[in-house]
């Protein structure tokens, strides 16, 4: 669990080189869901980290990259966004940002009080209601693609349904797209 928020110094073209290209390659092969970092990119964002930062959702990811797949957090419970935000006012930010789905992994009273509240700025705030509805699209269509035919499978099924997933093959598929 992170216990402080990590900090990414490197310049733009840095992240253009290392960071960026293996997000480029995944969007531009249609990945269906993705998820944030709890990590300050200084050279994307110098106020908010990438769960927050409406910069790098909205705007690197949503628009820059023409990404409309289902953005994740990750745990929000975690003292890299609990230590330097209020439970509210990091909900708001990574609703704002453009995150879908908001992870909050520990605690089920924490996501029932995030869910009240997040609700309570939906009939308050027109955009934050928009922001809820585009998200509510996106998780609908992933759920009406992967689900309608899923039928479940014992442990063994997915053993080796898991085995035939070549990751070597991803990576060098990633690095020769660069």
Do not use: W
Not at 16 to 28: I, N, Q, T
Not at 141 to 162: C, H, P, S, V, Y
Request: proline share 3%; net charge negative; hydrophobic share 40%.
């Amino acid at each position: 669990m992170h216990l402080e928020l990590p900090i990414a110094e490197k310049s733009l073209a840095e992240l253009k080189s290392v960071e960026l290209p293996p997000f480029v390659h995944a969007c531009r092969q249609g990945i269906e869901t993705l998820m944030t970092a709890h990590v300050l990119y200084r050279a994307l964002d110098q106020e908010f980290p990438g769960t927050l930062s409406e910069r790098i959702v909205s705007g690197l990811l949503r628009q820059d990259l023409g990404y409309d797949g289902v953005v994740f957090s990750d745990d929000m419970g975690m003292k890299a966004i609990g230590a330097n935000y209020g439970e509210e006012e990091a909900t708001g930010l990574a609703v704002r940002a453009g995150i879908d789905v908001l992870l909050f992994c520990h605690e089920l009273s924490r996501a029932m009080r995030v869910y009240e509240f997040l609700c309570a700025e939906a009939e308050r705030d027109p955009a934050v209601r928009a922001r809820v509805e585009e998200s509510y699209r996106r998780i609908t269509q992933l759920k009406n693609r992967r689900l309608r035919a899923f039928t479940g499978g014992d442990e063994t099924e997915i053993a080796k349904r898991l085995a035939l997933l070549d990751h070597r093959r991803i990576v060098e598929e990633i690095q020769s797209s660069l």
